[in-house]
């Protein structure tokens, strides 16, 4: 599922640490994305229903999906980055999962666990002290 999230994501810069040098202490090129999921327009109340429970530990206390990123030296390319992390987000929690249908173990399968059973067996059977 692929919505365009892009208009409602709030962005905030910092300076990052790591690597970069002079950079590091001049250029805000961190970046936090910040995206309301219940003020969104885009989304419909069953979507806004499924990210609140999915994405509960992701969701900060003032209701927003809050993602951040400062692996890229430049502030566009930590940007994209949080857009992207979110977009995948979003698809990941909204997929439908697919309904397990549950199986029989085969006639195969059955047979290799009690053969394993008795090869267990007797290893812990040749464990026993022997009696005179």
Do not use: C
């Not at 206390?61 to 979003?90: P, Y």
Request: glycine share 8%.
């Amino acid at each position: 599922m692929n919505i365009d999230i892009i208009k409602e994501i709030n962005f905030q810069t910092a300076r990052s640490g790591g690597k970069g040098g002079q950079n590091v202490n001049k250029v805000e090129t961190m970046v936090e994305g910040y995206f309301s999921i219940h003020t969104s327009f885009i989304l419909n109340i069953r979507q806004k229903a499924i990210l609140e429970r999915k994405l509960a530990g992701k969701i900060n206390s003032d209701g927003f999906l809050q993602v951040r990123s400062q692996v890229h030296r430049s502030q566009l390319a930590n940007k994209q980055e949080v857009i992207r992390k979110m977009q995948t987000l979003i698809g990941q929690a909204l997929k439908k999962e697919k309904k397990r249908i549950p199986t029989k173990p085969s006639a195969g399968s059955r047979e290799k666990r009690i053969e394993s059973k008795k090869r267990q067996s007797q290893i812990k059977e040749g464990r026993k002290r022997i009696e005179r």
